[in-house]
């Protein structure tokens, strides 16, 4: 089977569109379908991983040879009990983009359920991507954390470009920041992952523990963001 045989879950992306248990009506279930089959057919996932060695002082950790500095205490504690970590970048392309900027100026409703069609496509990449990085390192019986992306928790926003930098992810996919640190494409991805003995917990960090509790929309209506 292809790696990226993406399977998009309907019922995440009407998570993404705010319903919840509402009944949803014939119509809209079929643009949903639509959305789906269309966001399958042009996406072209694309992606880097690599990994680095850590150091961790003053509460702040390095990466090797001073790379990137990733500041906060949500990342200290996420990788608290790691030595190496895993960048990974990964993006669905351009054509997505265009896609749904095309329909936004001819047909609102269906732009934004190609909008969350695409974040959901995104996501099952990335959860692709970690489940094969996972499986990889039990081999060496190592374990992994879960994702945790530039902007989750306090962990800036700022290091960005930074991240795409290191990785050369823009030469090697096609993936960039603007200056406000929106990625382009924007159904794009990057995260860190934190390489662990097998034996240590790498549970999520969850709702409670997020410096954006206060502020979260999914947690206002009961669900979480899926970190």
């Known amino acids: 089977m292809n790696k990226f ?24 279930s079929k643009m949903i379908d639509k959305g789906i089959k269309e966001i399958k057919e042009l996406s072209r996932p694309r992606y880097i991983i690599d990994y680095f060695e850590i150091s961790k002082e003053n509460a702040i950790i ?24 895993v960048l990974l970048a990964a993006t669905l392309g351009i054509e997505v983009d265009r896609r749904i900027s095309y329909y936004q100026k001819t047909d609102l409703t269906y732009s934004l359920i ?30 992994l954390t879960y994702r945790f992306s ?14 795409i ?31 662990v003995e097998s034996n240590i917990s790498n549970e999520k960090i969850g709702c409670i523990g997020c410096s954006k509790y206060n502020d979260c929309n999914f947690r206002r209506v009961g669900e979480g963001c899926g970190h």
């Open 62 to 85: 390095k990466l090797e040879g001073d790379l990137l500095y990733l500041e906060g205490k949500d990342i200290y504690k996420h990788l608290i009990n790691s030595s190496k970590v």
């Open 114 to 143: 190609l909008d969350a069609c695409a974040t959901q496509a995104i996501e099952e990449v990335c959860n692709i991507l970690e489940n094969d990085i996972r499986s990889k390192l039990k081999k060496e019986n190592k374990g």
């Open 5 to 28: 045989d993406l399977n998009i879950d309907k019922s995440e992306v009407l998570r993404y569109l705010g319903y919840k248990y509402q009944l949803i009506d014939e119509n809209l």
């Open 150 to 163: 530039p902007g989750y928790g306090d962990l800036s926003i700022d290091i960005q470009s930074r991240f």
């Open 165 to 195: 930098n290191i990785l050369d992810a823009t030469k090697k996919i096609g993936l960039t920041a603007t200056s406000d640190n929106i990625l382009i494409p924007r159904k794009s991805v990057t995260a860190i992952m934190g390489v």
